[in-house]
């Protein structure tokens, strides 16, 4: 195939790959031709052949993995898992389990968790971090609750955090739980893409749950945490009932 000006060699590459992968030319989990083949048969360079390759790397279209090659990667497919958020229960853990210890330390709400939460930019915050296993995939998940709030509860001379479903039941046994869930996606930075096992051009799918617990009908539900989770988006997706 002869490609043509003023549109740049590599980006007709990256159309013509494209297309063919989402007309089904080339298959998912399929290699693509090597690039020697595609530089033959546009007539041009290897190297414009790999510009045209890292944008299509870019658009999460294929995956470059030694020493399998260029593979390409379903455009449509659906995620590996499907969890279903209730919001009227606590969550159940889903066979998600520690990896390995968390991470307890202290840090200071940023102007987005603060609002969240309903406390001022700044106010300290007792954080649980670590790594989450289950059926082969791993998340990122963190439990956020301000120092006033962990000072109530059995853990406030540790300072430790449990788990969070173990967190929630601590006061699910005086209070009705109020549950507030926002779902949000984003590229990853910095050690997500290795944290996470996250191949170039994926999203991280993040959720952010409040728990809030129940108040009369002249005050305003108290928020005592902030629950993150961080996982590849192409691996999950997350179901609501509408009632």
Known sequence: MKLARPVSMWQQVADHVRDQILNGT?????PLPSEEALAAEFGVSRPTIREGIKALVAEGLVEVARPK???VRDPYGRPTRTERHTGSTIRDDGGW???????????????????????PAGEPLLVR?????SGGLRRLNRLYVPFSIAEQTPWADD???PRPREFYEHFDAEHKLIWTEHVRARMPIGDETTDLRIPPGVALLVVLRL??????RTSAPET???????QRADQIEVEYPIL
Do not use: F, S
């Open 26 to 30: 080339y298959p998912a989990g399929q």
């Open 69 to 71: 090659g260029t593979t």
């Open 211 to 216: 728990c809030r617990l129940g108040k009369g």
């Open 97 to 119: 389990a520690d990896a390995g210890p968390p991470n307890i330390y202290r840090a200071n709400a940023t102007v987005d968790q603060a609002e969240m939460l309903g406390i």
């Open 159 to 161: 300072p430790h955090l």
């Open 224 to 230: 005592v945490a902030l629950e993150e989770t961080r």
């Open 129 to 133: 971090a670590v790594i989450q296993e």
